[in-house]
């Protein structure tokens, strides 16, 4: 299993839609998890972090699943704004570094 | 909001010259890091460092590169003989505390670096 792997994508979208990002992770001592979230040639940005089961922050939920390693994204009512690559990102065993997938690309349209 | 400052934000040099990425890191930050992303790749770690001194580095990061918090505020990576392959975005990130332990990481906006 590759150290963090995601759903290729691209996914296109209407708006109002819901949508989910799937992501497997291959270390399974992995503590903390984290969504970051790109756009085009720009900075990652932290989406939402995920420490025990899940988070939920507005439209945004992120569930985990410790014993299958793996880690969803839903994003409810998207918006036009929501267009990005979503990344999978997870920590190194020592916490020194993080670990990120390919990243998912979303397109919402109107 | 306490952000991450890269400059420059854009650099073009020759093969082989040297060249400095500039970061400063937020201010209460301890943990120090130099990302890549080749464009149309995934972001690649490349190395960390911590109380003066590098905690971890990938493969990727060979001799030709090195780190430096020549100060209080800015932190550095070197290249020292640019190769071709070197051309990509740079992003330094900070975090209070080992990203492992509930710490989360806050990027910069990059450095795009074009080897010619």
């Known amino acids: 299993r590759k150290e963090v792997e995601q759903d290729p994508g691209p996914f296109n979208v209407p708006e109002g839609a819901t949508v989910a990002f799937n992501c497997t992770y291959s270390?399974?001592?992995?503590?903390?998890f984290f969504w970051y979230r790109q756009d085009c040639r720009k900075e990652p940005k932290l989406l939402m972090s995920?420490?025990?089961s899940g988070n939920e922050d507005g439209r945004f939920t992120a569930q985990l699943n410790r014993a299958s390693q793996y880690i969803s994204l839903l994003i409810r009512d998207s918006k036009l704004s929501d267009s990005a690559t979503y990344l999978c990102?997870?920590?190194?065993?020592?916490?020194?570094?993080?670990?990120f997938g390919k990243g998912t690309t979303l397109s919402v349209s109107s | 909001e306490p952000e991450v400052t890269q400059t420059p934000s854009h650099q073009v040099t020759q093969m082989g010259q040297e060249v400095i990425l500039r970061c400063v890191p937020i201010?209460?930050?301890?943990?120090f890091y130099w990302y890549r992303q080749i464009l149309g790749q995934k972001v690649e770690f490349l190395v960390s460092?911590?109380?003066?001194?590098?905690?971890?580095k990938s493969e990727i990061f060979d001799d030709q590169f090195s780190v430096e918090r020549p100060d209080g505020s800015n932190f550095t990576l070197k290249i020292r003989s640019t190769k071709l392959e070197d051309s990509a975005m740079y992003f330094c990130?900070?975090?209070?505390?080992?990203?492992?332990?509930?710490?989360?990481?806050?990027f910069g906006p990059g450095t795009r670096l074009t080897v010619t």
């Open positions: 990130a900070s975090s209070e505390g080992l990203t492992g332990g509930e710490y989360e990481q806050y």
């Open positions: 201010s209460n930050h301890l943990y």
């Open positions: 990102v997870v920590p190194n065993q020592a916490g020194t570094a993080l670990i």
């Open positions: 460092f911590y109380n003066n001194e590098i905690s971890e």
């Open positions: 270390n399974s001592a992995s503590q903390s």
């Open positions: 995920v420490y025990s």
